[in-house]
């Protein structure tokens, strides 16, 4: 069974500290990796997205990375601002589109 | 601009009685989808169309329909809606790769449905 599980499930920093966030899938085959940012009450939004190839890819603040091997994503966040609070969604695509797995979600809060 | 828009945003009904929530989007995509989000659970596919006239079961397809007469148009329809249908839904809307991989999908504003 296609799984998607992200850690931690939530996460309190200060405004302008990094944080990283952790996405394990274990997806057959794999097509792609997005990360959505969903603010509270809105549907959510594309940030980047991990083709197999793709190591890392940088969003500005937001950095990607894609380890296709041991089936790992982290989505590194630098110098966090207020407006980085949200749920953060990893998203995986296998065996063409209608394959899409969800991950529950870590939601961040960044307080000053 | 280009939108997905669903419709109500925000809807209390009772049990039995027939709902439906629109989706429209209008960017000419091809594939679109609706979604439930249960706190802990995250979203949940519940019906996805690959182009007009062409629809299939998600992951909790049970209680729902739906139908694409229209490539711009996936409404959400629930015949007899119970407690448990209580959720937020989603719609969304992507374009199809010509390597058949999904493209971005962009999401509706969400609806707030309560189920008395």
Redesign the interface.
Known sequence: KNQVEQSPQSLIILEGKNCTLQCNYTVSPF??L?W?KQDT??????LT?MTFSENTKSNGRYTATLDADTKQSSLHITASQLSDSASY?C?V?SG???K?T????TKLQVIP | EAQVTQNPRYLITVTGKKLTVTCSQNMNHEYMSWYRQDPGLGLRQIYYSMNVEVTDKGDVPEGYKVSRKEKRNFPLILESPSPNQTSLYFCASSFRGTSGNTGELFFGEGSRLTVL
Not at chain 1, 41 to 46: A, C, I, K, L
Not at chain 1, 102 to 105: R, V
């Open positions: 097509s792609n997005r959505y009450g809105r549907g959510p939004v594309s997205i969604i998203v695509t063409g589109y209608q899409v969800f991950g529950t979600g």
